[in-house]
């Protein structure tokens, strides 16, 4: 929390994973965010435009996201060989970035790593926070955790649904400036890893994850 603080991520949802039960109803918007509450679906193309002042979301310098990204190394144990990130203890927190800078297009990077699988212990309260740091056309990213596996058509909600777990709305990419002077939308949401399994997570916008953009989630 004091993270998310610190960077100003002021969107956030809190939600129970649970397989048994309708996520939307335990879901709880608070913190501001644009007034789109949990559930909604993505609506084709309009947030398709760089961050500016209509975001609401949380918002990173570039100084302030290559500190989140180092502080994404020491968040679990990474082993980059089985491209795994493992974490322990009753709070975890994950510092995601979707697209970073030297990374392929569609990809999620944690602690360096490409849409690794994230290994969290049953019952941990999980901080997850993703920041977009991706540029141009159609590159608004978002993440939803679900049951269900890839492959991933077009239109990869109309497969997963709303997931259990989202950071929605779609993060905008990043300003029309250099790397170094541009800032990056950030959104967080916290949720019990309640039930054990193997669960991923999806990028909803349009074509990514059929592309790729995706990873495991496994809790146990
Ligand atoms: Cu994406």
Redesign the pocket.
Known sequence: MFRQRQIGVRAALVVALSLGAPVASTAQMYGGGNGMGPGMMMGGGEANHPVDANWNGGLLSYGQAQTYIRDGHNQGKVNAKANTVTYSGPDVTINMV??QPGHDD?T?EVAGLTNPTLIVPLGATVHLTVV?M?YGDN?????ILTPAPPPYPYISMMYTGPGLVRVEP?LPWRSEKDVAQAHYAALSTTFVARDPGRFWYV???P???EQG?YGKFEIR
Request: aromatic content about 6%.
């Open positions: 979707a697209v569609q999620f977009n991706d590159m608004e990213h978002g993440l779609l990028c909803p916008t074509k990514h994850a953009m």
